[in-house]
């Protein structure tokens, strides 16, 4: 085997490569005193996709335990806002309300892939032998619990105003709005396509072989000599760390995190994303993430044009998101792009 | 406050959520799923009494009934719109498209109703047992003043009401024993005859009848908005598999544990912590997962 | 030499013996068969020893070692390797991954090795690919080598069963019911690669209802009835025996 074999090929490497190139753009931008100014028009969409770059990484780690493995993670939040509160608590400085410790970024972000893969291993000790619908419920629990400590605790975790002043690495660095957005982006969504490349070669590679086969029959599995427990709670943490890194990386976006940023809401637009797209397929759960997402966009366009309050159309959007979901269920369980026989579900 | 006002308190929660968590419960049993929209059948009954009670107007036990039977009506309908055509897809397909239906119906009702919350507008008379000795243990008093309401008092006896109506319907129609031996096996109920989609469709009945009951309950404890049902459902949850998911008798045990200690939590938690009460229920519903799934009613947790 | 070892294996279910104080060895490159009529434990004897379940009582020795209530994972890479009765395909899985899954040592099957796309993943993967393919085309299931495992007749998934089971380069074969529901030509090709894999020293038990193709394949047959051992040696013998035709009267005999 040859330098040949090991170089990028397929889409899991050409997502590396492109992802690397984004952040090195990205890093260019916040780097160095280039410029860019932005058309007031893109700034909803710039929003909007940084957004995504960030649940992205959500919804590659759960399709990693539920599209590849069969794992009902109904509270994959939980290790989202895992990775952001490690963040906020060990480098906000001063914040109004909860702790901060003032420590450098880069610690804290390690530090939140850690928490979130521990919290993960936990759950997953605990939960992973239970019933697909127990588990489901388990999870969610889960993630209800901590929202909970996180609303109550206001000395340690801000209650719920959270805790702000976390360090802005990119708004630190560039001082014009356009350009900080804009390395944002590149640098988010870079940073989201390297996610996406590892976790394809993962499971391109016979280790996703032993996932897919776990997924279908976890006896079987086991009598062909692969220790399932294992390949389960490795699934588990990896995904766990990963959404721990996303939050991590969110709290250094946005400055300031509060219990409203996790709520159920996150794990069932990552879910309806996901199965929208095509479990198992991790370009096609972004594709379901994006359309889920640019509904979004969509609602605040249509709020320009249409008499009717904010309110109301976000319950418009949440209400086609939910029949979506329904539907998708019912006609195409397979999602948009996902392969019905690979996922079992061709009648 | 003592100790058995907190009981008090605790007593009419566990009865509300009785009664839906036996409707919930027995959706789970029979039917084979998590239904997540529940929440929204209990919202659906809120507002059908209180429209019935307001609007029209009719008394108050006529509201009940109204909410009553429109919750049983709603629930077949749902049913056979959106689950009972996917029946023979698995418990997570199900639990899924309750949950995306659940989504949409409570928008739909937040788009309906506004974001204002209803109220009943009933007389309450207050039953106050005053002068009682404080029996003080420790920093806990465990009489106190003591303090019943007429609207308590209408809770906790609906609930008597429904667990006797239960169980004569379980152990006296035929229905009811169908229900049962579905319940306990579906394929060995089959070959006996059961007609299995009509028992379903009685479930979907039952339960929603249920749901509209304790809507209209908590409704006139508190109030109804959008988010009246969404907010009890994962008590109601807690409170099915603390009891033993597919039991309505475990269901109703665990009902009131939930709401015992919901309501003593929320008492002796220091102040400004209350939200850690709602987790409560969390944790003793992850501590029966994983200690004892199989809950208080020792079920059988079944093979999807 | 022993190579499968059962002192006293027993399991009940609830209130009911499964199956009590059983004892029976397996010798390296015998072919036995096991039978009984309906309940009589053959299963559960099959999942006691593969680790399925974990047994009330008893000891068994898998070559020389105590591997009692080990996992089915562990017993798998020790030689210990079994198929299922009610075929367990991995539907959502072709012909070839379902044989390739199997194959034991695979570094790309670790995290660091697969992220990396290591050497020796891709050689290994190569060996891997190269011996499912013979097995597949050995079994003659190659025109179906990428359909989904769902899409294959009763009698293909066995054989896609076995050529999995052979991945493993077992040491000994738990067949459970290699017959049921194929037809009788299948059955006939099924039962000859098992005699051929016998001859090339693999030492195999089989289970089944089909007794007429299990007396004239097997060397030795065991019969259970009610958990118990009822009767055992050569099967002509054992079919003649008064006591198990009797325990076959109101059971069913094909």
Known sequence: MSLASRLPSGDGDRALVAGVVLVAVGALFALTPLQTT??????????????????????????????????????????????????????????????????????ALLAAVIVAGVLGAAVGTTSIRLRDDFLAIATLATAEIFHSLF???????????????????????????DTAMTANILLLGGVMLVTLAAVTRLTSAPYGRVLRAIRADDLVTRSVGKSVFTYKMQAFVYG???????????????????????????????????????????????????????????????????????????????????????????????????????????? | ????????????????????????????????????????????????????????????????????????????????????PINDTGPIPMLLTSIGLGLALRNVIRLLAGRNARYFETSTTTFRFEGLPALSVGP?????????????????????????VLHALLTRTDVGIAMRAMGDDESLARVRGINTQRIRDSVWVLAGVLAGLAGVLIAIQTNASASTGYAHILQILAAAILGGAGSPYGAIAGSYVIGIVLALSTAFLPSGMTELSSAVAFVILVGVLLVKPSGIAGQEVREA | MTLLDVQGLSKSFGGLQAIEDLSVSVDEGELVGVMGPNGAGKSTFFNLISGVIQPDGGRVSFDGEDVTGDTPESLARDGLVRTFQHTRELETMTVRDNVRLAAPDQPGE?????????????????????????????????????????????????????????????????????????NPTLTKEIAERIQDLNDEGMTVVVIEHELETLTA??????????????????????????????????????
């Open chain 1, 240 to 347: 766990a760390a990963l959404a721990g890194f996303a939050g991590g990386l969110f709290a250094l976006y946005n400055g300031a995190i509060a219990p409203g940023y996790f709520t159920i809401q996150v794990t069932v637009t990552v879910w309806i994303g996901m199965l929208l797209g095509g479990a198992a397929n991790h370009r096609a759960v972004l594709g379901g993430l994006a359309v889920i997402m640019g509904l979004r966009l969509l609602s605040r366009f249509a709020l320009d044009v249409a008499p009717v309050s904010s309110s109301a159309f976000a319950s418009i959007r949440l209400i086609v998101v939910g029949l979506i979901l329904v539907a998708v269920i019912r006609y195409r369980p397979a999602g948009i792009w996902g392969d019905a026989k690979e996922l079992g579900v061709d009648t």
């Open chain 1, 151 to 177: 609303v109550a605790f206001q000395t340690i975790f801000g209650g719920n105003v959270g805790i702000g002043s976390i360090p802005q690495p990119v708004g630190d660095l560039v001082t014009d709005t």
């Open chain 2, 140 to 164: 806990v008093d465990l009489l106190g003043n003591v303090f019943v309401t007429s609207e308590h008092l209408i809770v906790i006896g609906c609930a008597v009401v429904v667990f006797v």
């Open chain 1, 38 to 107: 932005l058309p007031g028009a893109f700034y909803v969409f710039i929003e909007v996709g940084t957004l995504f770059a960030i649940y992205g990484m959500l919804v590659i780690g759960l399709d990693l335990q539920y599209g590849h493995t069969g794992l009902v993670n109904f509270g994959h939040v939980v290790f989202f806002a895992a990775g952001a509160y490690t963040v906020a608590m060990l480098a906000a400085e001063s914040p109004f309300a909860g702790i901060g410790l003032g420590l450098p970024w880069p610690a």
């Open chain 2, 1 to 84: 406050m003592g100790l058995t006002q907190n009981i008090v308190f605790g007593l009419v929660t566990g009865s509300y959520i009785a009664i839906a968590a036996i409707g919930f419960t027995l959706i789970y049993g029979i039917v084979n799923m998590i239904n997540f929209a529940y929440g929204e059948y209990i919202t659906i009954g809120a507002f059908i009494g209180i429209l019935a009670a307001g609007a029209l107007p009719v008394p108050l036990p006529v509201a009940v009934l109204v909410a009553m039977i429109g919750g049983g009506v709603v629930s077949l309908a749902l049913a056979k719109g959106f689950f009972t």
């Open chain 3, 217 to 254: 394949l097997v060397d030795r047959l065991v019969v259970l009835e009610q958990g118990r051992l009822l009767v055992e040696g050569d099967p002509d013998d054992v079919l003649a025996d008064e006591r198990v035709i009797e325990a076959y009267l109101g059971g069913d005999v094909e």
């Open chain 3, 110 to 182: 670790r995290t660091l090795p697969a992220l990396l796309r290591t050497g020796s993943m891709q050689d290994r993967e190569e060996t891997v690919r190269e011996r499912a393919d013979e097995l597949i085309e050995a079994f003659e299931i190659d025109h179906l080598a990428d359909e989904y495992s769902s899409n294959l007749s009763g009698g293909q998934r066995k054989l896609l069963e076995l050529a999995r089971a052979l991945m493993l380069d077992p040491d000994l074969l738990l067949l459970d019911e290699p017959f049921a529901g194929v």
